[in-house]
């Protein structure tokens, strides 16, 4: 069960850093942080579908 946590832990940080890396808007950024952490890994995998995509891709 720890793997667990700790895999949710790691996937939760990198779905917050790359809200705040990303090129949105500080609202933006507030906004998709309060649903990652409402939301747990569902608000991760939502910032990855729909959440502003880098100009590089």
Same mark, same amino acid.
């Given at each position: 069960m720890e793997i667990i946590g700790l895999l949710w832990l790691a996937f939760s940080i990198w779905g917050l850093f790359n809200v705040w @890396?990303?090129?949105a808007g500080t609202g933006s950024?507030?906004?998709? @942080?309060?649903?990652?952490l409402v939301f747990n890994v569902l608000g991760v995998i939502a910032w990855y579908f729909f959440g502003p995509k880098s100009a590089a891709a």
């Open positions: @890396t990303s090129g950024k507030l906004i998709w @942080t309060v649903v990652m």
